[in-house]
């Protein structure tokens, strides 16, 4: 069986683009790997995106991205909401495994900025069952205000448990080029900030922006055509559980087969505040103390989706992304101390389905 | 926002009677209804009409709420607890004062949404509170 490497990764900095289109934005992350992909022609290509029929009224997309690069290959585009990228990533790697393709271009795009708030909610509520949490007008800042209280009440936590996160995540992303947030906040900005869906507070909150990242992934013998230090994917597993509100299992189980894989550091899906402490809790931190010690366990350096940003269903690409430039040195931001390992965890922005994603050098 | 009556009248028993599906192998209730458990995957199941009569475990004020709801904004969303055993999410109506956790709710018929291009009007499950008394 072939092994798979990260053979590049190009991202776009996590912003408002109102002068670009979701296609810019693919073709712009894409044109940051010109020399990778003029070397080694990709197989595949996929796209990681969650939200287009809402927010660009568009289908087809992976084929009109192939064809405007001139690529006459299989183009497909994953769909498992914010997982989109965690998705994607487990299907290229399955290309490559079983031989079916040597190289598998992945890009992650996605447009929110051009929406007001309320419209928004209204697109990432899609995410909910149709027939009943959709139509009584739930919003995800809603369900994961009630996991937040359930949280508080089950370890005994205050609401200053939960603006660790915010805190450091700000403190990681003033360093990181490619921020949206590039900015520190302190605690008692966090703590007064506007109220979303009691006890959720602005700053527990993603913020929502454009993006596009994109990763050649290829087998062994053609990563040895590149000269720069190889990142492996070890593996990249995947669950799917639906909705609890005291625990995420589909991560927890996407995490066991990690157990004793030690990464030295770690990106996660924090949708919210208290979704950060659940992963963390799923994945081995101590239950209910896991926002403690983060700042020591090199979690999220980029400063996680909400201070880098959050581009939807192409965020586990700029997980993906940032990993392998963290392991190859070339992480413009804050950098992992022996970076030897690290992970990622995608997930749905309520946790229901993960994939985690182990490399190494 | 578009509300369509196909959509609607198909999903009848859901919003206007609080109908789940209990297997008939475990004994587990899927709500929304579905042809099957989502506890043990058995397709042996039957349609069962919810009391609607719960326990509030926890909720939240929603103040940021979706396209079509301003008009009900802020929003109380409550977890609960339903005599059957099973736990929804559903909106709390006729709120005077702050929920208490424990309280006793029951399942009233409301106007959910309205479509802004051709007015129609979509009814639903909403909860209200019988005894506001904290319980743990
Ligand atoms: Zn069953």
Known sequence: MSEVFVTGASILKVDRYYENNIIDLAIGAISGLAEEISIVHPDILILANAYSESTTEQVLLSEKIASSLGLRVPAIRTEQGDASGGSAIFTAYSFLKSGIAKSVLIVGAEKLSDFPTNHLNDILAENLDEEYSYRIGMTQSSYAALQMKLYMKTYGVGYDYFAEWPYQMHKNASENHYAYLKFQVDKDTIMKSQIISDPIRLFDTAARADGAAAILLTNGELARKFSESKVKVENVYGSSFGYSMRELVAVREAWLPWRDFKPNFIEIHDSYSVIAAMILDEIGFERGKSLYNIADSQVNLSGGLKARGYPGGATGVYQLAEAYMQLTGTFKGKRAKNAERGAVVSTDDLGKVAYTIGLSR | ?136
Not at chain 2, 77 to 92: H, K, S, T
């Open chain 2, 1 to 136: 926002m578009k509300i369509l009556p196909p959509k609607i009248w198909r999903n009848k028993e859901t919003q206007y009677s609080l109908t789940a599906t209990q297997c008939q192998s475990c004994g587990a209730y899927t709500f929304p209804p579905r042809h099957v458990c989502n506890k043990c995957g058995s397709f042996k199941v039957t349609k069962k009409k919810l009391s609607g009569k719960g326990t509030l475990i926890t909720f939240t004020y929603t103040h940021q709420v979706r396209t079509g709801f301003e008009r009900d904004a802020p929003i109380y969303f409550g977890l609960i607890r339903l005599d059957e055993g099973i736990e929804i999410v559903a909106p709390l109506v006729d709120v005077d004062e702050e929920p208490k956790e424990g309280a006793r709710v029951e399942a009233v018929f409301r106007k959910l949404r309205v479509d802004s291009h051709n007015g129609l009007i979509e009814y639903g499950t909403k909860f209200r509170l019988i005894d506001n008394e904290q319980r743990n």
